[in-house]
């Protein structure tokens, strides 16, 4: 499973096309995935260069310039080998979409009004099913694992940056705080710790993956936050952040060592003593939450680096 959600849209007219994306923008985004922006084709001349693994759903016009929109789907079904979900809309209602979908045999399709209520239910039903089929523990595992991953590397870029340019002149001030909280931890290697200290080198504690873990960066993450007077960082002020993150990392944590089980019809994901249910509430809240702290810490790191461009 993957953050970013990719459309394949069929749709002649700029207006309609540009309308409804916003609804659908809307409606991938409350289930907290990155929307991405549609490739948007008119007819069907492109259809042979078009890289369909990379799509997670088809919206589709019933009446585009020159063509129909199912013969064009069916074409992609049997000549591309492509049975991705598909929408098929239109201005003359679902009922008359049902009724040319009769003249086809097109796999996975659903059809749905033009009309904005019901073309909006369609879409976030539709994808809903999309996603929960992708939705299980190992998928989940590995969303969670890739992306905060990608958010560990952001944290320690915002740090390095800070440390190389003194951004917002708080490098001593970050330097201190980071050998204070890890000589806290450090016992395994504490030769090395007491010779970086010795010798200032705090790039080498932050370059060691033991001595300068995730809750590290977290807590460095923080000082600059609280360090800087800024309205990108204001709401992020008095271990907003920290506490946030922390929690989203006992998730990363369970989630990297649990084992599946049923307890009355419930799935729930148990490590030692600790439990929760997996459920859709569950898998959205976390998406939501990394999409979070992806997009804040992305916009410190921008500050970092603009202040001393």
């Not at 959600?5 to 409804?20: H, M, P, Q, R, V």
């Not at 069916?74 to 080998?81: F, P």
């Amino acid at each position: 499973m993957k953050l970013d959600y990719n459309i394949l849209w069929f749709e002649d007219i700029k207006s309609s096309f540009e309308a409804k994306k916003l609804i659908v923008k809307e409606i991938v985004e409350e289930f907290g995935f990155n929307f991405s922006e549609p490739r948007n084709e008119i007819d069907g001349r492109n259809i042979e260069a078009i890289d369909y693994e990379k799509y997670d759903l088809l919206l589709v016009d019933l009446n585009l310039a020159g063509t129909k929109g199912p013969a064009l789907i069916d074409k992609i079904r049997h000549n591309e080998g492509v049975y991705t979900e598909v929408i098929f809309y239109s201005s003359d209602g679902e009922k008359a979409v049902r009724n040319v979908l009769k003249e086809y045999e097109i796999d996975g399709a659903y059809c749905a009004g033009r009309e904005n209520d019901d073309f909006e239910e369609k879409v976030q039903k539709v994808i809903k099913t999309t996603i929960k089929k992708v939705q299980d523990i190992n998928n989940m595992r590995g969303l969670i694992m890739a992306e905060t991953s990608d958010i560990d590397h952001t944290m320690l870029s915002i740090i390095n940056t800070v440390i190389s340019t003194n951004s917002f002149g708080i490098k001593d001030s970050l330097t201190q705080k980071i050998f204070e909280n890890v000589q806290s931890k450090v016992s395994s290697k504490k030769d090395d710790f007491d010779r970086f200290l010795r010798n200032n080198r705090i790039e080498n504690v932050i370059k060691d993956n033991i001595m300068f873990d995730t809750s590290q960066k977290i807590l460095a993450i923080q000082f600059i936050i609280d360090s800087i007077d800024h309205e990108i960082t204001h709401p992020h002020k008095g271990n907003q952040f920290s506490t946030s993150y922390s929690e989203l990392k006992q998730k990363r944590d369970l989630l990297a060592h649990v084992v599946e089980v049923y307890e009355d019809g419930i799935k729930k994901l148990k490590s030692g003593n600790r439990e929760l249910e997996f459920t859709d509430e569950f898998c959205v809240d976390v998406r939501v939450k990394i999409k979070g702290h992806s997009t804040n810490l992305g916009q410190i790191l921008s500050l970092v680096v603009q202040t001393n461009s």
